[in-house]
């Protein structure tokens, strides 16, 4: 296996950083997205897996890449039962040969979530991002006896300040008390830095 300094300089560098930006009880979302980002961030695809599903019915799940705007995300999933225990897991990919897990993994409660208070750094930052493009998801519980239709963006101000150019893929699960799977999928990102010359973070 090669080795690359750089790459693994980047890595290290991007660990500090997300660390510094969300190991804080301090930590405020809407102060993230006013940072000016040295990245450009494009959805390249959304896959959902495990279809049909046995407590919900699934009708759409599809990215449209539309020229010099984010990537449109909609999502159509019939709901019929009503569950007070939402379970949201995640975990972020990074692709060197293959995809590998890199820095964000774990699950949250949604509906615990919404009523504790939110000190986890990690899992609030998750939550937060889930409130932007998917505000029905983040609701007073019980979730359900509904059809959710979601069109969304995943904007650039919703990624941590500093993250290493490359491809990513973001692993998303909903599931039931009884760990039945709800909804699968996962999203696809292109990361790369802004401007002519190269940067420590880009390779």
Not at 55 to 74: G, H, K, M
Not at 92 to 107: M, N, S, V
Not at 138 to 154: D, E, H, I, Q
């Amino acid at each position: 296996m090669k080795c690359y300094p750089q790459l693994w300089l980047s890595f290290i560098f991007a660990r500090w950083a997300f660390h510094c930006c969300f190991a804080t009880e301090m930590f405020d979302f809407e102060e993230l997205k006013n940072e000016t980002r040295p990245f450009q961030l494009q959805v390249m695809r959304l896959v959902c897996l495990d279809a049909p599903y046995e407590e919900t019915v699934l009708t759409l799940c599809r990215a449209f890449l539309r020229r010099n705007q984010p990537t449109l995300l909609r999502v159509t999933l019939e709901v019929s039962g009503l569950y007070n225990y939402v379970l949201l897991q995640f975990r972020l990919h990074y692709k060197f040969r293959t995809y590998q897990p890199f820095l964000i993994d774990g699950e949250i409660d949604i509906c615990t979530f919404v009523k504790e208070s939110k000190l986890d750094p990690v899992p609030s930052y998750i939550y937060s991002v889930m409130q932007e493009v998917a505000p029905d998801l983040s609701a007073p519980c019980p979730l359900g006896n509904k059809t959710f239709n979601v069109t969304t963006m995943f904007k650039v101000e919703y990624a941590p300040k500093s993250v290493p150019a490359g491809d990513y893929r973001m692993d998303i699960r909903v599931a039931s008390r009884a760990n039945v799977t709800l909804i699968n999928f996962q999203v696809y990102v292109a990361v790369r830095r802004k401007g002519v010359l190269g940067s420590m973070l880009d390779w």
